[in-house]
């Protein structure tokens, strides 16, 4: 992974979008970005909402536009495909993974002149449309379920702390974008996309260089690509800095039976 590409995620000045597209093409190479796709999505949005000024009648239309019109109603996956990933493709079939969703939904709102931002609510990201000083929307980005304030107040008193000074917190770019690699990392290693998925997880390791549960999936997938010196490693850094994980414990009873030097390299 190339500096400038990291430092293009680390940025918080950037539109996430378009760091979401900058990793579509790191990821998946060339191709069609999906830019067309979604610029005729925001004139559509743009011309039903601009039919009313109340901001919080706005909001609605342009929820309303989106989740029944534009089919992007859907339900939760434990893993969502690739294609869920890719901009052109996600759009063409209405099959939208939730980080990719989310953004795509602030960016059209934000078209829209709805002030909309990503909050983080226990345990998803979740759209938040400011409609004055005292009233925002708050709606899970693949249901298009809003929140009532009860509901919110539940969710909130998860986080530890005063709950008094406790606010909600705007998802910043990088949090967004380790999402986002992460359910795409699932899904390459469901459809045995090997090579894809280890581009993941040095993506997430250059984010994260220590985080021993990546440096486990990156040996996994090394395995599978028949480089288990390497993945040798790693199983051996995650035994080491996870010791009463149960798949550690069960790494090393495997580490402890295997020779390197009986190991064909390549």
């Known amino acids: 992974m190339n500096d400038l590409l990291l430092s293009e995620i680390k940025?918080?000045?950037n539109e996430p979008l378009q760091t979401f597209l900058l990793?579509?093409?790191?990821?998946?190479?060339?191709?069609d970005s999906g830019i067309s796709e979604l610029d005729d999505l925001v004139k559509l949005c743009q011309e039903e909402t601009d039919k009313v000024k109340e901001p919080i009648e706005k909001a609605?239309?342009?929820?309303?536009?989106?989740?029944?019109?534009?089919?992007?109603?859907d339900k939760h996956l434990p893993v969502w495909p690739t294609i869920a990933h890719q901009l052109s493709p996600a759009l063409s079939h209405k099959l939208i993974s939730p980080t990719l969703k989310a953004i795509l939904i602030?960016?059209?709102?934000?078209?829209?002149?709805?002030?909309?931002?990503?909050?983080?609510v226990p345990e998803k990201a979740m759209i938040r449309i400011v409609c004055d000083d005292h009233y925002a929307i708050i709606f899970d980005p693949i249901t298009g379920e809003s929140l009532n304030w009860h509901e919110l107040d539940a969710r909130m008193s998860e986080i530890s702390g005063d709950p008094f000074e406790i606010q909600m917190d705007?998802?910043?770019?990088?949090?967004l974008v380790l999402e986002h690699i992460t359910s795409l990392k699932a899904a390459f290693i469901r459809e045995h996309a090997y090579d894809n998925a280890l581009k993941c997880v040095d993506m997430l390791l250059a984010l994260n260089p220590d985080d021993p549960f990546e440096r486990r999936d990156r040996g996994?997938?090394?395995?599978q690509l028949d480089c288990f010196k390497v993945a040798y490693d790693d199983y051996q850094y995650f035994v080491e800095q996870c010791?009463?994980?149960?798949?550690?414990?069960l790494l090393k009873l495997q580490l402890?039976?295997?020779?390197?030097s009986d190991t064909i390299l390549h």
């Open 11 to 13: 940025s918080e000045q």
């Open 23 to 31: 990793l579509e093409e790191y990821i998946f190479g060339a191709s």
């Open 60 to 73: 609605e239309v342009l929820i309303n536009t989106l989740f029944v019109d534009q089919l992007f109603i």
């Open 106 to 120: 602030a960016h059209i709102a934000n078209a829209c002149d709805c002030k909309t931002d990503i909050v983080f």
């Open 170 to 175: 705007v998802m910043k770019s990088e949090s």
């Open 220 to 223: 996994f997938l090394l395995h």
């Open 243 to 249: 010791p009463k994980d149960p798949a550690a414990q």
């Open 256 to 260: 402890d039976k295997i020779s390197i």
